[in-house]
C-alpha cells in the first residue's frame, strides 16, 4: 500500500507540474501579445505626431498664395473687373460650371453666409479665402472631376481646405436642396407632366428610369470582382427617374457593377412600392384610343 501511495503521489506531482508549466506558458503568451499591442500603438502615435507636429521647427511654412488674387481671377474672367467685360461670356460660363448663372448665383447666395464659407480672419488679421472662392472650387471638383490640389493655381486654395470646402459644399446641397428636388411628385406636378408626355405621344407616362453604370477608381481589391461589369471596369449602378424638367423624382446607387437593370430593379425600394400597390397613385388616369386607364407608368 506504501509503495502504491507513493506512486500515486509521484503521479500527481507530474500533473501538477504539468499544470503549472501550462499557465505559466499561457500568461507569458498574453504578456507577449499585450506588449505588442502597446509596442504598436506607441508605432501608431510616433507617426501620427511627426505627420502633425503643428508650429515646431522643420515644419513646412505656409504658401503665399494671396487670396485676393484669386479672387480677382475670378471676377475678370467671369464677372468682368476694372470696367472691362467678363473674358468668358454666357456659354463658357454654364460649360465651366454645368450650370447657368442664374443657377449659381442662387446657390452661392444660398451658401455664402454659412459658417464654413464665411470670410474670416486669421490670427495675424489678414482676410482669408472669399466664399465665391470656395463655391467655384467645390464645383470645379465636381463637375471636371479634378484632383483636389488643381484649382490651386486658380482660386488659390490648399488641397486640404478644398477637400474640406467640396464637403460642407455637398452637405449643404443636399440638406438645403434635397426636399425641394428629390421628392416624389405631387398631383399639380404628376399633371403637369402627364400633359407634355401625352403632347409627345406618350400618355400616363410619368418620366423616365435609366441605369448607369459609374467607374469606381476606388474600389478595394476585395470586393473587385462583384463589382466589375461587362466592359471589365469596376463599377456601381446609379438608377434615376426624372422628368423632362430634370427634377429627379428617384435615386437608387450602389449596387454592384455586375447586376443588370432587371437586378437592380428588383433591389431597389421603388420596386417594393409598386408592388404594394403604394405608387403610382391611382386617383389620375389618361386616355387610349378611347379607353381610359388608371395605372400610369
Not at 515646431?56 to 476694372?82: H, S, T
Not at 465651366?96 to 451658401?111: G, Q
Not at 437586378?263 to 420596386?271: D, E, G, M, S, T
Request: one cysteine or more.
Amino acid at each position: 500500500m506504501d509503495v502504491q501511495d507513493e506512486a500515486h503521489g509521484d503521479d500527481m506531482g507530474g500533473a501538477v507540474d504539468q499544470e503549472d508549466l501550462s499557465s505559466g506558458l499561457a500568461m507569458a503568451t498574453s504578456h507577449h501579445l499585450r506588449l505588442l499591442q502597446w509596442a504598436r500603438r506607441v508605432r501608431v502615435c510616433q507617426r501620427w505626431r511627426r505627420r502633425h507636429r503643428g508650429s515646431v521647427r522643420g515644419r513646412a511654412p505656409n504658401k503665399k498664395r494671396d487670396f485676393n488674387f484669386g479672387l480677382r481671377n475670378i471676377l475678370r474672367d467671369y464677372w468682368g473687373a476694372d470696367g472691362e467685360p467678363p473674358v468668358f461670356d454666357e456659354a463658357d460660363f454654364e460649360s465651366r460650371f454645368r450650370m447657368p448663372r442664374a443657377v449659381f448665383m442662387r446657390v452661392y447666395n444660398d451658401i455664402k453666409d454659412e459658417p464654413f464659407f464665411r470670410q474670416r480672419v486669421n490670427a495675424t488679421g489678414r482676410p482669408q479665402a472669399h466664399p465665391l472662392q470656395k463655391v467655384v472650387a467645390a464645383l470645379r471638383i465636381l463637375s471636371n472631376g479634378e484632383a483636389a490640389d488643381r484649382p490651386d493655381q486658380y482660386v488659390r486654395l490648399s488641397k486640404s481646405t478644398t477637400n474640406a470646402i467640396v464637403k460642407s459644399f455637398i452637405e449643404f446641397i443636399v440638406n438645403k436642396y434635397e426636399s425641394t428636388y428629390l421628392r416624389p411628385p405631387r398631383d399639380e406636378d404628376i399633371t403637369r407632366i402627364l400633359a407634355f408626355n401625352k403632347d409627345r405621344g406618350l400618355p400616363g407616362c410619368m418620366g423616365s428610369l435609366d441605369c448607369s453604370h459609374w467607374e469606381w477608381h476606388g474600389c478595394p481589391k476585395s470586393a473587385a470582382g462583384q463589382h466589375k461589369g461587362r466592359s471589365g471596369k469596376r463599377s456601381i449602378v446609379l438608377e434615376t427617374v426624372c422628368d423632362h424638367d430634370l427634377w429627379v423624382r428617384h435615386v437608387f446607387a450602389g449596387s454592384p457593377g455586375s447586376n443588370n437593370d432587371t437586378n437592380v430593379l428588383k433591389q431597389r425600394p421603388l420596386f417594393y412600392r409598386v408592388v404594394r400597390g403604394e405608387w403610382p397613385p391611382r386617383h389620375v388616369s389618361f386616355e387610349v384610343m378611347g379607353r381610359r386607364y388608371t395605372y400610369l407608368y
